[in-house]
Nanobody, 115 residues
Framework: QVQLVESGGGLAQAGGSLRLTCTSS????????MGWFRQAPGKQRELVAA???????KYADAVKGRFTISRDNAKNTVYLQMNSLKPEDTAVYYC?????????WGQGTQVTVSS
């Protein structure tokens, strides 16, 4: 039973920063690709950032240059550093972990950015 626990969401002002943290209960975390998704009210869930086991990263165009995904396999943890936040970043953010056809999701954490 793999569980992902997220933290770090909350309120921020435009131009500010937040760091999201996701910790997995899986002790073989290193074999999983990791990602962050978000879903705003009335919109489809979208990929924000992802990182594979080789350290390769990809980002949504809307967050390039502002967000950074990283992982610490020794701690079974993935991070999302969010800088230069915009009101458009307001959404529920979800941690995702994937190994082949196995996929796990966190419960989601609310990020709200005020103008």
């Amino acid at each position: 039973q793999v569980q992902l626990v997220e933290s770090g969401g909350g309120l921020a002002q435009a131009g500010g920063s937040l760091r999201l943290t996701c910790t997995s209960s899986q002790n073989t975390f290193r074999v999983n690709a990791m990602g962050w998704f978000r879903q705003a009210p009335g919109k489809q869930r979208e990929l924000v950032a992802a990182m594979n086991t080789e350290g390769r990263r990809k980002y949504a165009d809307a967050v390039k240059g502002r967000f950074t995904i990283s992982r610490d396999n020794a701690k079974n943890t993935v991070y999302l550093q969010m800088n230069s936040l915009k009101p458009e970043d307001t959404a529920v953010y979800y941690c995702n972990s994937k190994f082949k056809r196995l996929e796990y999701w966190g419960q989601g954490t609310q990020v709200t950015v005020s103008s």
